[in-house]
């Protein structure tokens, strides 16, 4: 470092310019090279790249050049460079000229076979590109990101630069900075300023780096200059109690605070503001430096021994997990128990006999922030051997979890649907916490993968076990049951506690009886929780936005005639559609069911009802919790915690508000217009509305309060309503399958959407009217449905139109490949012109 600043301070010449490029040479040369025998022969790479290509692309490895399957290199793609991962290597000499690989990016496989072969599958199951089911699994610090990276130029003409040029060239000497970070910490006046002259005289260039594996964000502290040359300034600067600038008040005050500290806790004081740190920077008083941000992650009291006793009932649905994890068998159970039942407890005890067994877990759970006492309950029993894949974690953290699972240093790893992927040495068990939740369907952006069928394929891979547990399991996963595939276990009872009375209230009856949203029944109910200083909660449900049209007298929603789903209502054409087969009509004059004329525009959202709820309970507090009200860092558990803490006395909110939490204060529970979850149209609307009630209900009285649950609805006559008031799933299960059954809807087929997006309306349509053209031509009549708007037809600019198609149940990632690839190629003959600019999404599985 002294050494270049004394090079540069002298005229340029070519040794100041050698050892900058010495310099640079080193810091490129983090490819692993060996002249290891074994790899010699595989003179070619399949590299995948998270591009919706769904081909591989091929490169030649230079002589020497150790690669395995699973690490990530460097090459160029396009005109650009770009991070791919080697899936596969051969010596099949290609027809076309390959560009070699230039640098590896890891030393080990990020990968590990046994991934790389599930990424796989998603692939082929799917329908994506590889590197888009690769993307998924890595966590940021070890995905395909590049970044553009600020960097000294090879040569720099010295004599050419002043003092503060020199000095902030220095700065990058010893490795490059990001560009984002670059520009906010040089964003203000001069400094911004001198910045870019440098960049524009190309002493600093700006040059596009794979991103850094998992860097530590640093952050500013300030400290003190040495002693003696502090005094001096000092008695230069006014004498107290005159009159004086802004910062010199506030140097006073931090010659009285601790230092180090950091300028986030600094400037928290009035007197202390980033410019009069500055400023004090400036007259020498104090100085800057960066420190890494410590870990998040604090250490909850461990507590193994707090670890419950099974019950009877609880031990004998355990034995066979036990079983099948000792024989090292893959085998998967299907857990039902109603809500408070005990099923945490089981996966407790499940995961303490893995680990004594050697073995590695999986425990996925439907949103972190939605489950906070479900982690906690782990991370009480098993400490730090479990790594929290929180969604808030940062990219460093994120890393650093993945190198500590890799490594074997932690054995579990717990989190939303993404901890699938966690690298978790000798996996046995695979938890997966309310299964039926549909947060463990990825939409958007490929692969649109379901976190629970992929654990599935992932335990048989490794000969693991799998426990899929909710008080109300998919329609699928207890199919599948029934079929013999998961084993199914039932614990009927509620240790310690009866089930919420559930009412249902027939809004047809209550037409002049209304206050505000609530029925009068729901109002005196809320009204005496509020007096015995109980808590409740109002769950209005508003789904995706969809407006449709209902009956003000009768409830009435209209239905495609065919499909067995609501119709939505497109304002743009004024027209009642089905976005399953395309039906549509003009709306209608009067209720076809009643002949009503009193015909409504529904759609309204939570806010409007809070601010109706909070007119009639003046003195309640309120909270909100729907997207909207969570879009910040820790929203949730800030609501959340709110609300436990009594500081609220009325939680209202979408169907957030039915996941996973426990308010033992909650006497009340509303429901306010149930029907809402049916106005969606999906062929899951049923299960949905049966899954919603039961699972809000088992928010109300967990503890020693019996809880009551109020139900508002058009549709009382619904059975999801019916089923739900007598805690009835398996009642349910049987008149949802069947009219499955009569439907041909899942699990009696599998259905996969083609989506076609595009900025013309026009082609979007075309394209899909083109592909179920295609599709009907090679398919069995009745299995495509469509085109049709989606539901949201139109969302950012682009319009959506889809194609459904109902496939056998039974096919497989080969049989979903084969076929789909065949479509896609008649597809690239037959596409019509300026087709070019729609994109096609494929949706396998779609749950809607
Ligand atoms: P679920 O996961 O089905 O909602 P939990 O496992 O959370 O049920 O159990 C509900 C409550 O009952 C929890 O407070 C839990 O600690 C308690 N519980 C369940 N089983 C036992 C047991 N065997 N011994 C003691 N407490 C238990
Ligand atoms: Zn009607």
Redesign the pocket.
């Known amino acids: 470092m002294l050494a270049w600043i004394k090079v540069i301070r002298e005229p340029p010449d070519a040794d100041s310019v050698a050892k900058v490029k010495n310099y640079r040479r080193k810091r490129s040369d983090f490819s692993v090279y060996a002249g290891n025998a074994a790899f010699m022969s595989n003179r070619f790479a399949e590299i995948a790249f998270p591009t919706p290509v769904r081909r591989c692309f091929t490169y030649s490895v230079p002589a020497g050049l150790e690669l395995v399957p699973g690490v990530r290199v460097w090459v160029s793609f396009g005109n650009q460079r770009s991070i791919g991962m080697v899936v596969r290597l051969h010596s099949e000499v290609p027809s076309f000229r390959t560009k070699p690989v230039l640098r590896v990016l890891d030393r080990k496989p990020v990968l590990d076979e046994g991934l790389l072969t599930l990424t796989e599958w998603i692939h082929r199951f799917y329908y994506c590109s590889w590197g888009e089911a690769i993307q998924a699994t890595l966590p940021p610090g070890l995905n395909f990101q590049s970044e553009k990276r600020v960097r000294v130029a090879e040569s720099v003409v010295v004599n050419e630069l002043n003092e503060l040029e020199k000095q902030m060239v220095e700065e990058f000497l010893e490795r490059s900075a990001a560009l984002q970070e670059v520009r906010k910490r040089w964003r203000d006046g001069d400094e911004a300023a001198r910045l870019k002259s440098l960049l524009r005289r190309g002493v600093l260039e700006i040059w596009e780096e794979p991103s850094e594996i998992g860097e530590r964000r640093s952050v500013v502290w300030w400290d003190r200059r040495d002693e003696r040359q502090q005094k001096r300034l000092e008695s230069q600067l006014p004498a107290p109690g005159k009159e004086a600038p802004k910062w010199v008040e506030g140097y006073r005050l931090i010659a009285t605070l601790e230092l180090p500290a950091p300028q986030k806790e600094l400037i928290q004081h009035p007197l202390l503001t980033p410019y009069t740190l500055k400023r004090m920077e400036k007259e020498g008083l104090i100085q800057k430096f960066y420190r890494e941000e410590p870990s998040e992650l604090s250490d909850e009291a461990e507590d193994p021994d707090s670890i ?4 009877e009932a ?1 031990e004998d649905l355990l034995s066979p997990v036990v079983e099948a994890m000792e024989s090292d068998r893959f085998r998967s159970f299907l857990l039902h ?12 005890h499940a995961l303490k006999r893995a680990l004594e067994l050697g073995k590695g877990a999986v425990i996925l759970v439907p949103e972190i922030a939605l489950t906070p ?2 982690v906690y ?1 782990f991370r009480r029993i098993f400490g730090n051997r479990i790594a929290v894949l929180h969604s808030r974690l940062g990219d460093r953290e994120r890393a650093e979890a993945w190198r500590a699972l890799q490594s074997g240093e932690k054995r579990v790893a717990i989190g939303p649907r993404s901890a699938l992927f966690a690298p978790v040495q000798n996996p046995g068990l695979y938890v997966i ?1 309310e299964e039926h939740d549909s947060s463990y369907k990825q939409f958007d952006p490929a692969p649109r993968y379901h976190a629970r069928d992929v654990a599935l394929v992932r335990a048989r891979q490794e000969e693991a076990v799998v426990i899929m ?1 909710s ?1 109300t399991p998919s329609m699928n996963s207890l199919y599948a049951a029934r079929k013999g595939k998961h084993t199914l276990l039932e ?1 009927p009872e ?4 009866e089930m919420p009375n559930i009412r249902v209230l027939d809004l047809k009856h209550y037409r002049n009886a209304m206050r505000g949203p609530l029925t009068v029944e729901l109002f005196q109910a809320i009204e005496g929780a509020l007096s015995r200083k109980e808590q409740v909660i109002l769950l209005y449900n508003r789904r995706g936005y969809a407006t449709y049209i209902q009956c003000g007298a009768c409830g009435h929603i209209p239905q495609s005639p065919d499909c067995s789903v609501s119709l939505t209502y497109h304002r743009k054409r004024d027209l009642l559609l089905c976005h399953y087969s395309g039906y549509s009509r003009r709306v209608d004059r009067a209720c076809e069911s009643c002949g009503s004329s009193d015909l409504i525009l529904q759609g309204s959202g939570t806010q409007q009802v809070e601010e109706e709820v909070a007119r009639l309970f003046p003195d309640a507090v309120l909270l909100r919790m729907d997207r909207d009200s969570t879009s910040g860092k820790y929203a949730h558990q800030k609501i959340y915690d709110r609300f436990l803490s009594g500081q609220a006395d009325i939680l209202i909110g979408t169907q957030l508000v039915s996941k996973g939490l ?1 308010f033992p204060n909650v006497t009340v529970v509303g429901v306010l217009q149930a029907e809402n979850e049916l106005a969606f149209p999906s062929y899951r609307s049923g299960e949905r509305l049966f899954q919603l009630i039961s699972q809000v209900a ?1 928010r109300a009285g ?1 503890a020693e309060k019996r809880g009551h649950v109020w139900v508002q609805t058009w549709k009382p006559d619904h059975p999801a309503v019916g089923f739900a008031q007598r805690h009835d799933y398996h009642g349910f299960a049987k008149s949802e399958l069947e009219q499955r059954m009569n439907l041909l809807y899942p699990p009696y087929s599998r259905l996969a959407k083609f989506e076609f997006k595009s900025r013309s309306s026009g082609k979007a349509a075309q394209s899909a009217e083109v592909f179920a053209g295609l599709l009907r031509r090679n398919l069995p009549a009745g299995s495509v449905h469509g085109p049709a708007p989606a539901v949201i037809e139109w969302m950012h600019g682009h319009y959506y139109w889809e194609v459904i198609l109902k496939l056998k149940p039974g096919l497989n990632a080969d049989g979903i490949s084969t076929l789909f690839d065949r479509m896609f190629e008649e597809w690239e003959s037959e596409k019509p012109d300026g087709s070019g600019s729609v994109r096609i999404n494929v949706n396998v599985d779609a749950t809607e």
């Open positions: 419950s006793v099974l019950t609880q128990g109603v809500t408070g039942s005990g099923k945490t407890e089981i996966y407790i006492q479900t309950r916490d547990g008080a614990l509620r240790p310690g506690g426990d088992g967990r």
